[in-house]
């Protein structure tokens, strides 16, 4: 931790954490000038069939390398005048990520955690934490919906459904709950070191009276080489690719008090902003922009597949995510020597910490992109 880096001392607190940076991001409007604003989380979309659907309003670019994107903080404020930092809202994860279902499956399906070492612990020794649950639209297309619940620490193998319908109600499409009701089984996994923080977007002609959030975050990421992390013979490695992503997604917006909600007004801002910051990139890192339409989860699956890895070998695994929490597996064995067990948890680590493709520290991270 850093003086200029406050929330890391709540890494771990994810209520401190937010309550914290939702100060910080009101301090950030005051300094702007704007007086008697309130925060307003990013609302349901309405469909013209009146169906509300929860959307993740964001964007992406890939590239080869986390290097690329040093100093993207200053070159995008010089590019848009007026999106302003967040002062002290840097903060970082360590997101071990497995995707759950196959490529031919109609949403994607995830689990995600946090990853941390115990006090005084050998850092590269980390166990994955404040465990979630997802279900996303496929692709990065524009208005892709998302649904995601945290799984208790405790049982987090339990059933998700329960959760996702006390969060979601009646706004949990039938198609996304069906498709929780299938089997999940670990089909392959990313390790993600990100560097997130805010900004706010301000343009009287597009946004008129609001002050769109923007959550950003430069993620720096390993993808596994096979579905239980073991060394492939085709990577000549345990993990296939590693690239780096600047992804920027509309966290909320500040209106006036007493401004009268307008479904279209709200949208029409959201989807200018990530249009705005997307404007500049291509002149920024057009060079080195890899030309993705796939989402995270859905890369882990199609590195697997270019690998050779097949959707019988998954089924035939049957793995879970909650077993790479274990450093001994109940029944699972090396293939070269039965009598030991498998240390799922110690792969999972290697997908961080191998020190031939270690990601790089989330301070570094930050300092990089200043």
Known sequence: MTASRPLFKHIRNHTALFNELSQYRNAAVDTLGFTGYEFHKTPKFVTEDGSRLTIEPERSIVLPKVHALSGLKNKLTQAIPTLHMVEHSEIGYRYPTAALAGLDAPFIKRMR???FHKVDEDRSICRPVNLSFGIKSRGKADNR???EVWMPDEAPDQNPLPLL????????PDDVRHFVEQPSRVHGWMGVKRAAFEALYTNKQHCGD???????????????????????????????VSNAEFEWEIE????PRGWAFDHDE???????TLEAINAPLDDLYGNEIIPIAESKTERILSTLQSLGVRQEEVDELNLQPWEFMLTESEHRVKAH???RSVNLLGRLNRLFYQPEQQLPSLNWMHDLIL
């Open 165 to 172: 319908i006390n969060a979601y109600g009646e706004d949990l």
């Open 145 to 147: 919906q998302e649904y």
């Open 210 to 240: 609001l002050i769109i959030c923007v959550a950003m975050s430069v993620d720096a990421y390993n993808i596994g080489a096979k579905p239980d992390l073991a060394y492939s013979p085709e990577a000549e490695s345990s993990i296939a």
């Open 266 to 272: 709200v949208w029409a801002a959201i989807n200018h």
């Open 252 to 255: 909320g917006y500040y209106a």
């Open 113 to 115: 955690s946090e990853y």
């Open 337 to 339: 020597d039965p009598s």
